[in-house]
Nanobody
Framework: QLQLVESGGGLVQPGGSLRLSCAAT????????LGWFRQAPGKEREAVSC????????YYADSVKGRFTISRDNAKNTMYLQMNSLKPEDTALYYC?????????????????????WGHGTQVTVSS
């Protein structure tokens, strides 16, 4: 029943920044671990970053460590992905996800676990 809607995608030059948002309706995000996935044409979907609700612990793919920052605001029922130093290889359709946080497991676990909700994606294009 939880519905997710991404926003904030667009065209940006290499080295630029972009901030993605994921707004939820139909339930409180505080009950879910959240994540960002991306998929480029011809490639499989890739986990970018995930964040838990219980302790705000995070996971980042090696390709985005030091450049991307995931955060959440449970009071606003919104999750964010701040993307800095963007590269052309970051070009993809970005999805947000939600997974019920049943146990105190690692954020990576919730990245790979079956998802309860998916957004429809927002396009990020990094090009000069």
């Amino acid at each position: 029943q939880l519905q997710l809607v991404e926003s904030g995608g667009g065209l940006v030059q290499p080295g630029g920044s972009l901030r993605l948002s994921c707004a939820a309706t139909g339930g409180p995000l505080e009950n879910y671990a959240l994540g960002w996935f991306r998929q480029a044409p011809g490639k499989e979907r890739e986990a970018v970053s995930c964040i838990k609700s219980s302790d705000n612990s995070t996971y980042y793919a090696d390709s985005v460590k030091g450049r991307f920052t995931i955060s959440r605001d449970n009071a606003k029922n919104t999750m964010y992905l701040q993307m800095n130093s963007l590269k052309p290889e970051d070009t993809a359709l970005y999805y947000c996800t939600a997974t019920a946080e049943t146990y105190r497991l690692t954020p990576y676990y919730y990245c790979v676990a079956d998802k309860d909700s998916w957004g429809h994606g927002t396009q990020v294009t990094v090009s000069s």
